[in-house]
């Protein structure tokens, strides 16, 4: 099975754009969660997606949003770029979403100038 | 909301040495807690889990050990060898809202 793919791995931006990450998660999962992570804040929640519904998120600006497709493939989009959002951002699959083990992607890494 | 401490943020050990790192929550519905390894540019990944219906799991040189009533988990490495050199990031759920641990940075030295 393939693992759970991130694209693109790397992306510059400039303070004030919009960005659109992907996932694609391991083949029948149904559950996409997305993360961001820094180095001083390690691995912080954004939300969680399951049969293109957001069941939860956690504590981020409306700047930052998601959407999952219909085979299970997910979108986060950040608009309005600022410096504070460099981070790598993770995305993890699972069957279900509840209680179970994660498999993450290796993440895009943002820099925004 | 929720809380996730994890304890500490770095740890240095001799190798052959034993580690431990300590997870506290505060979410009461928490019932997975989950173990994850981070390597140096690489992607989380699962080393062990435990369910809140048992105290212990153990699987090989890495054991985790749940306290329901005190709301903590461990994680316990023995006979540490470099290449448990990572970061390690605690993750209880209980809900569709994933919170973890700000992870500590286990370092063995040769």
């Known amino acids: 099975k393939a693992g759970v793919t991130q694209t693109p791995r790397y992306l510059i931006k400039t303070r004030g754009q919009q960005v659109t990450l992907s996932c694609s998660p391991i083949?029948?999962?149904?559950?996409v969660s997305w993360y961001q992570q820094t180095p001083g804040q390690g691995l912080q929640f954004l939300f969680e997606y399951f049969s293109e519904t957001q069941r939860n998120k956690g504590n981020f600006p409306g700047r930052f949003s998601g959407r999952q497709f219909s085979n299970s493939r997910s979108e986060m989009n950040v608009s309005t770029l600022e410096l504070g959002d460099s981070a790598l951002y993770l995305c993890?699959?699972?069957?279900?979403?509840?209680?179970?083990?994660?498999?993450f992607g290796s993440g895009t890494q943002l820099s925004v100038l | 909301g929720e809380n996730v401490e994890q304890h500490p943020s770095t740890l240095s050990v001799q190798e052959g040495d034993s580690a431990v790192i300590k997870c506290t929550y505060s979410?009461?519905?928490?019932?997975?807690f989950p173990w994850y390894k981070q390597e140096l540019g690489k992607r989380p990944q699962l080393i062990i889990d435990i369910r809140s219906n048992v105290g212990e799991k153990k699987d090989q040189r890495i054991a985790v050990t749940l306290n329901k009533t005190a709301k903590h988990f461990s994680l316990h490495i023995t006979e540490t060898q470099p290449e448990d050199s990572a970061v390690y990031f605690c993750g209880p759920s209980g809900t569709y809202k994933y919170i973890f641990g700000t992870g500590t940075r286990l370092k063995v030295l040769a």
């Open positions: 993890a699959s699972s069957s279900s979403g509840w209680g179970e083990k994660l498999f």
């Open positions: 083949s029948g999962h149904r559950s």
């Open positions: 979410d009461s519905a928490s019932n997975y």
